[in-house]
């Protein structure tokens, strides 16, 4: 993404309303970079437009032959605002505004629109419930290509409880390729297929921005980057937290017994004790 411009979304020199954020601005700003790195292309498709802040942000990603597709149910004057957004603040790129309420749309709507078409970039930031949420994961997840991302908005937001379920509940039922959280931004989680993730990790590690600000944290049977991070390690250590994960054997559910032997032996190694 163009430097200027992405600076002068940082220092918010905009009159754009919304929920959009500059340390998810600088991160999907950094995975947009290795996607160019890697000559990944695709399609950015946003679910929840509002009035336009992230879509016109998202349009500087757009490289060429990519649309971005926006889903929302533009209720007021969204759609308006959104189109006044894009001209003000957004690239000149394609792009398709769909009024739609997603939690109608079945498989056949949404092969309908994306028409063949991969997804590189999914933000999901509509509706904040479990089911809505564990819906447009379920739903869009498969049109997004394997080098893709997902990124959900309000994680952890203790008024939204739903959104982390969701996203647990949808990493446990995505199989047999699998999406995991790999990156901890400020108010978002970003998964990616679980082979990709140490990829991401390391190149984002690779910034300036994130070398010395992260940290390593072991949730489940996955290693989530946490970038912004209140108790960041060196480079050095957060690597290494890294490398202790995917050089360990993935210790598999056996019987319940040996289940809490395995967690009390991830407990050992992952403990925060041991990794700060
Ligand atoms: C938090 S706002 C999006 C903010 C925007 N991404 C930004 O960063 O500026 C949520 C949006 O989701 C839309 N929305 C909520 N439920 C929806 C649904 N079921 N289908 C489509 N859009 C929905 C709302 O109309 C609203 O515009």
Same mark, same amino acid.
């Given at each position: @993404?163009?430097?200027?411009? *992405? ?17 998810? @601005?600088?991160?999907?700003?950094i995975l947009?970079?290795?996607? =160019? +790195? ?9 679910? $929840?437009?509002y009035?336009g802040?992230s879509f016109?942000?998202?349009s ?9 597709f926006g889903y929302?149910?533009?209720?007021e ?7 006044? !957004? ?7 790129v394609?792009f398709?505004?769909?009024k ?5 749309l079945?498989d056949?709507?949404?092969?309908a ?13 509509a $509706? ?19 080098s893709g991302?997902?990124? @959900?908005?309000d994680?952890?937001?203790?008024e939204?409880? $739903?959104i982390?379920? !969701?996203v ?18 400020a ?5 990616c297929s679980?082979? @990709? ?8 590690? =690779? ?6 600000s ?7 049977d996955?290693?989530?980057?946490? $970038?912004? =991070? ?6 050095? +250590?957060? +690597? +290494? ?11 598999? *559910?056996?019987?319940s ?9 991830k407990?050992?190694i ?7």
């Open positions: @993404m163009n430097i200027d411009i *992405l600076n002068g979304f940082l220092k918010n020199e905009n009159d754009l309303e919304g929920w959009f954020f500059p340390p998810d @601005m600088l991160s999907l700003a947009n970079d290795i996607h =160019s +790195k890697s000559n990944i292309i695709g399609n950015i498709i946003e679910i $929840g437009v009035k802040k016109s942000f998202l500087h990603l757009i490289k060429e032959n990519e649309t971005l929302d149910t533009f209720p004057d969204y759609y308006e605002s959104t189109k006044l !957004a894009l001209e003000k603040y957004g690239a000149s394609k398709e505004l769909i739609a309420d997603t939690s109608e079945n056949d709507d949404i092969k629109k994306i028409d063949g078409k991969v997804i590189r970039i999914l933000h999901i930031d $509706g904040h419930e479990y089911h809505e949420v564990l819906h447009s994961l379920l739903s869009f997840s498969p049109y997004v290509m394997d991302i997902i990124v @959900m908005d994680y952890q937001d203790p939204f409880p $739903g982390e379920a !969701a647990l509940d949808f990493c446990e039922i995505d199989r047999p390729r699998r999406f995991i959280p790999f990156f901890s931004g108010n978002k989680i970003y998964l679980n082979y @990709m993730a140490n990829i991401y990790q390391d190149s984002i590690l =690779s910034s300036e921005r994130f070398r010395n992260s940290r390593c944290t072991i949730v489940r996955f290693a989530i980057l946490k $970038g912004f =991070s209140k108790l960041p390690t060196s480079y050095e +250590k957060t +690597k +290494k937290n890294l490398s202790k994960f995917y050089e360990s054997s993935d210790v598999r *559910l056996v019987t017994n040996q289940y809490v032997e395995n967690i009390r032996i407990a050992k992952y403990g925060q004790l041991n990794n700060m």
